[in-house]
């Protein structure tokens, strides 16, 4: 690089370089503003954290949750909620993030539970049937009998509680068309 000649030319370039920097500096407070902005609108926790376990960036939803840098686990469970934990490394940077799956978590419950009560509700539907077709048998021997009337009504009950789980179970959509009155 040739150095320039007099002083006028060196304050110029001088007065360049300058300007030049403050117009690097403003792009990049810009452009860490934009990350700031992409980092609070994600519906994580974020943690930006360097080599020296020091944050450089966090948003909103982090600092509300400090306990979950903490955890080496990829679940945890911090009042009453559910959050799924993800690291990734970025040359000397750790990206963490922390997603609340509770609303999954409870959907996996619920999904469990309906496919438990429709196996039980199956698995009672059986002998409830042949004690119906026991109870028939025996209403043909003993018409009058007023127990065995009471029997069937309790059986017919408990075979629409069956009917009614196992169609709960299946999340029956109603099917919706026009028809004329």
Do not use: C
């Not at 954290?49 to 450089?56: A, C, G, L, P, T």
């Not at 996996?108 to 026991?134: F, K, V, Y």
Request: proline share 4%; hydrophobic share 40%; charged share 25%.
């Amino acid at each position: 690089m040739k150095l320039p000649e007099n002083s006028e030319e060196l304050l110029a370039n001088l007065e360049y370089l300058i300007n030049q920097t403050f117009k690097v500096e403003n792009e990049f407070k810009e452009l860490k503003n934009i990350l700031n902005g992409v980092i609070e609108f994600l519906p994580q926790a974020i943690w930006v954290i360097d080599k020296d376990n020091n944050i450089i960036a966090q948003n909103s939803k982090a600092k509300n949750l400090p306990q979950i840098l903490s955890t080496k686990e990829d679940e945890i469970e911090i009042n009453d909620k559910v959050y799924l934990i993800q690291k990734s490394s970025l040359k000397n940077k750790t990206i963490i993030s922390a997603t609340d799956i509770t609303e999954q978590k409870r959907n996996q419950r619920l999904i469990s539970m309906g496919q438990m009560a429709a196996h039980l509700a199956q698995e009672i539907r059986n002998p409830i049937g042949s004690i119906s077709i026991l109870i028939s048998l025996l209403k043909k021997q003993y018409p009058q009998n007023e127990l065995l009337y009471e029997m069937k009504s309790a059986v017919f009950r408990i075979e629409r509680i069956i009917k009614s789980t196992l169609l709960f179970s299946k999340g029956l959509q109603p099917k919706i068309k026009p028809f004329l009155l």
